[in-house]
């Protein structure tokens, strides 16, 4: 079945640092699209990527869509203690049947 | 505006039980998916319903079953339940199924089942 390889698994980074996660799959993908999940609660939508090659920012994120199709990226500049939590890539074909990565922990020394 | 409900939030069940858990889309949505979270893992698909009907289907055994009301609300039943079966599940709300709609999938903060 498909799978998202998601890197690193965990990171510890200094506050006020810029932060690069990325997502490889083994299928091409129609949408990236990248979460957020805090302790408790449910994923909640950081990025969407429709487009090979698209750059896409929100605040101090920002993500890319590989010409590929099957990879991703996403920098948070500027981390925060408040950007502490996983980060999650999913990649969708069709529809809202999303295939997510396992996740990257992101712990933030302040 | 109330965003997606799911109930109850904790759950306790013994292997062979049957278990159902319930989801109240965002206000709006006619679109409800089913996914189930494993610990320190990425959330995995179950089923999505749209117009009362599934329509589409993970890698998930007939155990797992569900149904969608007519005012769009939603319930996952499990079946002869294992131990692996415990893992947070999440309701995912949104309006419509083309692929357009990713960006308003709205996630529930989920149900923690424990299955002893």
């Known amino acids: 079945g498909q799978q998202l390889n998601q890197s690193p698994q965990s990171m510890f980074i200094q506050e006020g640092e810029d932060v690069s996660m990325n997502c490889t799959s083994s299928?091409?993908?129609?949408?990236w699209l990248w979460y957020k999940q805090d302790p408790g609660e449910g994923p909640v939508l950081l990025i969407a990527?429709?487009?090979?090659?698209e750059l896409t920012s929100n605040g101090r994120l920002t993500a890319q869509f590989g010409i590929t199709r099957k990879d991703s990226f996403l920098n948070i500049s500027a981390s925060i203690p408040s950007d502490v939590g996983i980060y999650f890539c999913?990649?969708?074909?069709?529809?809202?049947?999303?295939?997510f990565g396992a996740g990257t922990i992101l712990r933030v020394k302040s | 505006d109330a965003g997606v409900t799911q109930s109850p939030t904790h759950l306790i069940k013994t292997r062979g039980q049957q278990v159902t858990l319930r989801c109240s889309p965002k206000?709006?949505?006619?679109?409800v998916s089913w996914y189930q979270q494993a610990l320190g893992q990425g959330p995995q698909f179950i089923f999505q319903?749209?117009?009362?009907?599934?329509?589409q289907r993970g890698n998930f055994p007939d155990r797992f079953s569900g149904h969608q009301f007519p005012n769009y609300s939603s319930e996952l039943n499990v079946n002869a339940l294992l131990l692996g079966d415990s893992a947070l599940y999440l309701c995912?709300?949104?309006?419509?199924?083309?692929?357009?709609?990713?960006?308003?999938?709205?996630f529930g903060s989920g149900t923690q089942l424990s299955v002893l």
């Open positions: 995912a709300s949104s309006l419509g199924t083309g692929a357009s709609t990713n960006e308003k999938l709205f």
């Open positions: 299928s091409i993908f129609n949408t």
């Open positions: 990527l429709y487009k090979a090659g």
């Open positions: 999913a990649g969708s074909e069709y529809g809202n049947k999303l295939v």
């Open positions: 206000s709006g949505h006619d679109t």
């Open positions: 319903y749209y117009e009362e009907e599934e329509r």
